[in-house]
């Protein structure tokens, strides 16, 4: 009987949901960790590793929005989910065929156009789905938690590994064999949900017309848009680079440098969800706060750093600066604004933090770093990381607990992201 209570249809879909975005990342991160063997191959150059990381979150940032207006006119949103699965994953798989900088640069573009929709897509369904007092923890635990897990443990380990005992393209192409199965998963096992339930449960009509100026007029979504924005340049400078750094400059083996990317990633799984709840007692901004100062611990540990296990340890605590990421992208700007803007208030932060931290920082900092040295976009991230740090100091506090809340806004804490 306990099983069958545990094994319901929302705890299932939690559970698709998670391995769904889990390998969203694993795919997106994982030519982070190999370019130091496909420069090689390939005679890249740091320019060119930035490019090749714009040139997905571009299409992402655009494709992000505009998959998830579709996703709301599609019928069969679990065939639409599936498709993306399997569409992502074969080319992931191609990346594996690429002889030059010209097809990476393209298949780049290709998997932002096919990923993009899945985050908004997964989200979306999941929310409809979830059980009153559930969809706080159920959109963290599959966002925060998998995009870790995945992207920032697994991801370094399992496909150096894989790049090591064979070669770096046919790491590529095993990459598929996830996405088979979980796309006829998806079709086997997840259901159409109602879109009335969507719309009820936002207490909104889908017709009515929400303006961005009514958004950007309260002072904490245009703080969290550019706070959101620094975050994202200091993790995206570090996840790209840094392999790379750790290879070249500081000489460590691509099994040692995967060890260490790690040590981030368990961190990251374990402070990108508990700095979030925790901050239901402590106040949203002492959280921000705190995250954002250790924010600075990342870029600087691996340049700074000699020891590895003190490397590690340092990139394991500059790790719950990953808190941040979901104060600013969902929790605060959800608490900031009336019920009915929460969803434009969040695409506007994902698409401006993307678009700024995703596409033109790689591309600079690729820039630079063959200028400058490799270690450039480090130092770049570790201040863009100290002003979003600055920044937080201009939050106003939103969390239920420490605020007086409205009606309105007691209403909202039921759909808090």
């Known amino acids: 009987m306990k099983n069958k209570r545990f094994w319901t249809y929302e705890n299932k879909l939690v559970l698709i949901v998670f391995f769904t975005i889990g390998f969203v990342f694993f795919d997106r991160l994982a030519i982070n960790y190999l370019f130091p063997m496909i420069s090689v191959d390939l005679g890249l150059n740091y320019t060119q590793l930035g490019l090749l990381g714009a040139a997905l979150a571009l299409t992402w940032s655009v494709s992000g929005p505009l998959g998830g207006f579709i996703s ?41 156009i096919v990923e993009g929709p899945l985050i908004p897509q997964t989200q979306s369904i999941l929310a409809m789905e979830s059980s009153k007092g559930r969809k706080g923890f159920n959109l963290g635990f599959t966002m925060n938690t998998s995009n870790a897990l995945f992207g920032s443990i697994l991801a370094p380990v399992v496909i150096v590994a894989l790049a090591t005992n064979f070669d770096w393209h046919t790491a590529f192409y095993l990459t598929i064999i996830p996405g088979l199965i979980l796309s006829l998963v998806i079709l086997k096992s997840v259901k159409n949900p109602d879109p009335v339930k969507f719309h009820a449960m936002h207490a909104t009509k889908s017709t009515e017309k929400i303006k961005v100026k009514d958004v950007l007029k309260h002072r904490n979504i245009w703080l969290s848009i550019v706070i959101f924005s620094l975050v994202m340049t200091t993790l995206m400078a570090f996840q790209i680079f840094g392999p790379t750094y750790l290879v070249q400059a500081k000489g460590l083996s691509e099994t040692t440098m995967s060890f260490v990317m790690a040590s981030f990633g368990v961190g990251y799984a374990i402070f990108g969800f508990l700095i979030p709840t925790l901050s239901e007692r402590t106040g949203r901004k002492p959280a921000s706060l705190v995250s954002g100062l250790l924010l600075i611990l990342i870029p600087l540990s691996i340049v700074f750093v000699d020891s590895i296990p003190l490397m590690m340890l340092l990139l394991f605590i500059g790790s719950a600066g990953s808190g941040v990421i979901g104060m600013s ?21 994902i698409g ?16 630079l770093a063959d200028i400058y040295g490799i270690q450039t976009p480090l130092y770049v991230a570790a201040a863009a990381g100290a002003l979003a740090f600055i920044l937080c100091f201009l939050y106003k506090e ?19 992201v």
């Open 329 to 349: 992208m969902s929790v605060i700007p959800v608490e900031s604004v009336p019920l009915q803007y929460s969803g434009l208030a969040i695409g506007l932060t």
């Open 352 to 367: 401006i933090g993307e678009l700024i931290g995703g596409f033109l920082n790689p591309m600079v900092n690729g820039a």
């Open 72 to 112: 709301d006119k599609v019928k069969s949103k679990k065939s639409m989910l599936a498709v993306l699965v399997l569409a992502f994953s074969v080319v992931s798989l191609m990346h594996g065929l690429a002889q030059s900088f010209a097809m990476l640069f393209v298949l780049r573009l290709l998997m932002g």
């Open 398 to 416: 939103t969390a239920p607990a420490k605020v007086k809340l409205t009606p309105d806004q007691d209403a909202k804490t039921s759909v808090q």
